[in-house]
């Protein structure tokens, strides 16, 4: 009778043992799944919204370089949300959206007047493009789907690139960005 008791016993004990080993493991996967969610939700966001912003540009910009700049980031935005909306799609994600945050920036620069425009977009523009590296380099390092991590890293120089331009950009007009480059902290050194 006591070996008809035990090997029960001994049965729901490996089980319980087997279910909270599995756990943390669970936990951590999906906690990784949510960063990776984040990532591509965040990304798709700010594609669209400097989609919007470009638009923008063309309405109430007046120098060469602010219009150039914000004919390149809808043409290369447009490209880069195509891409961010497949990764979403292969990797089983909604497709991105734009989040209210982004939202009330385009909001903010539709109610803006063309005197005041061109250098706050362009600090904009330093200042995004400053987050969206910062992000795309998380995930190229820490990202666990491998193919947003992948997507990421593929990604980041383009991004830099587009850094770079927003930067020089902002400098041709005037625009205020030391406040936007001392929030990228000790990883930028370059100008």
Known sequence: MVVKNLVPAAVT?????????????AAQQSMSLG????????????????????????????????????????????????????????????????????????????RMGRGSFEKNYMAEMVKSHSEEVRLFQEESESGRVQSLKQLASRMLPELQQRLTLATQTAGSVGADVTASRSEEGPRSTSN
């Open 35 to 110: 960063t990776d969610s984040s990532f591509i939700q965040m990304a798709g966001s700010v594609g669209l919204l400097q989609v919007k912003l470009g638009k923008l540009v063309a309405e109430k910009g007046s120098s060469a370089p602010v219009l150039e700049f914000g004919r390149r980031m809808m043409a290369d935005y447009s490209k880069t949300n195509e891409e961010l909306a497949a990764a979403a799609k292969q990797a089983a994600f909604p497709a991105p959206v734009l989040l209210r945050q982004h939202q009330r920036i385009a909001d903010r620069f539709a």
């Open 13 to 25: 004990a490996l089980l319980l043992s087997a279910a909270v080993g599995a756990a943390p493991a």
